[in-house]
């Protein structure tokens, strides 16, 4: 795939799920077209819009499947306007040579917060309480209800908003153990256990933060609850497919498990206003939220700025900085150069033939930066001659080149 010439249209972008305006404002600002819709489409809608878009913005719901980017011609980048990315075919993306970005950090301190006040809603079953008196009836009791201060939080996932949970929790006297597959330093007094059985027997509060990557499927079902103290309470703020919610269910029912605070579903309404269908309706002391985790002013400001500032400094760059699936490159353009964006498979000689073919055209090298990741390149290079279209057809012509790119 190569897109061997500056557009001469202006470069149109699709934002999907009701993202921030200030996001629009940032790409508009840069000469961009801009079309916003408020909810998630589907496939098939996806694949009908697609035509002609350079940029796609979407959050949680919006599936970029190998279908749609087979569609995509001339798509060059995709902003994921929320932490995960798990919605998008990464390895198609990088195939057809489109860049991904994503915000990894603009929301973690809503989460955080989120999780801590549901925290103290279970454990003193406010949900409950605040319920029976919409309905008229008054139940002054302390049956049931707990301070948080002293009880066990096993955060299960110790990244970016785990350890921003870890040190909120020990601020309100709780004491902190977590589990992560990966090496992480434990911050404050947090202690780390060495399997998820040891955080299950130990923890009164078990709270998920996990990503979105396959192999996190159905970790926690009936047996991880079976392994849960007696009377401990749940959270799920990660994603909707790592949890059995009718195992679940089963065991709020019983008893077995005093209550929970669920913020994401396997499957969930695209918009506004549809009917949400889930096993954990109608239970007690159950908490239940809309994929709202993130959904602040602040988080969403901040998201929208991050994201929308990633997708312009792309175009109008090339820089890469962050990038979820390519290498990350930002390089400074020298004034009076010429710049191309090869996007390559990554395989030995390639930048030797590069600079072999401007050799040839007597094109001098005046700022170049190479990054690999796994399968694919991304060179930059800055050249003071004009580049021709017979350099162009020659670099579009080399079996590496995944996609070319003036800018």
Not at 26 to 33: D, K, T, V
Not at 50 to 67: C, D, F, H, M, N
Not at 277 to 302: C, F, M, W, Y
Request: charge should be negative.
């Amino acid at each position: 795939m190569t897109d061997a010439a500056v557009p001469t249209a202006p470069i149109r972008a699709l934002l999907l799920e009701q993202i921030h305006p200030d996001a629009e404002r940032i790409l508009r600002s840069a000469g961009f077209e801009v079309e916003a819709v408020d909810r998630a489409l589907d496939e098939d809608e996806l694949i009908a819009r697609i035509a002609g878009v350079s940029l796609l913005g979407i959050r949680s719901k919006t599936q970029v499947t190998e279908r749609v980017l087979e569609a995509s011609v001339g798509l060059l980048a995709i902003g994921a306007f929320c932490i995960g990315t798990n919605q998008i075919d990464l390895e198609s993306a990088s195939d057809h040579g489109v860049t991904v970005f994503n915000a990894p950090f603009s929301n973690t301190r809503s989460v955080v917060e989120l999780a801590i006040a549901e925290i103290i809603s279970m454990t003193r079953r406010l949900f409950e309480k605040s319920s029976l008196m919409h309905a008229g009836v008054w139940d002054k009791s302390a049956d049931g209800a707990h301070e948080v201060r002293g009880r066990t939080l096993g955060i299960v996932g110790y990244g970016n908003i785990g350890t921003q949970l870890s040190v909120l929790a020990e601020n309100l006297g709780m004491r902190v153990i977590f589990f992560d597959s990966a090496d992480r330093l434990a911050l404050g007094n947090a202690r780390r256990v060495e399997s998820l059985d040891e955080l299950l027997r130990e923890a009164d509060i078990v709270t998920l933060h996990v990503d979105g990557r396959a192999s996190n499927e159905g970790i926690f079902g009936e047996e991880q609850f079976a392994a849960m103290k007696p009377g401990a309470l749940f959270l799920n703020l990660s994603r909707g497919f790592v949890v059995d919610d009718a195992a679940l269910s089963a065991r709020i029912a019983s008893g077995a498990i005093a209550g929970a605070a669920i913020d994401v579903f396997p499957t969930e309404p695209k918009g506004r206003g549809d009917e949400f269908v889930s096993a954990l309706r109608g239970l007690p002391n159950v908490i239940l939220t809309p994929h709202i985790g993130g959904s602040t002013e602040e988080a969403q400001l901040d998201i929208g700025r991050f994201v929308a500032g990633k997708l312009r400094d792309f175009v109008l760059d090339g820089a890469t900085a962050m990038s979820v699936n390519l290498p990350g490159l930002a390089l400074p353009q020298p004034p009076d150069t010429n710049r191309f964006i090869l996007i390559h498979r990554n395989v030995p000689g390639v930048m030797a033939t590069i600079n072999s073919i401007l050799a040839e055209h007597k094109a001098n090298v005046e700022a170049q930066l190479l990054g690999t990741r796994g399968e694919f390149g991304y060179v930059v290079t800055d050249i003071s001659a004009a580049i021709t279209q017979e350099m162009l057809d020659q670099l579009r012509s080399l079996p590496e080149t995944v996609r070319l790119r003036l800018v």
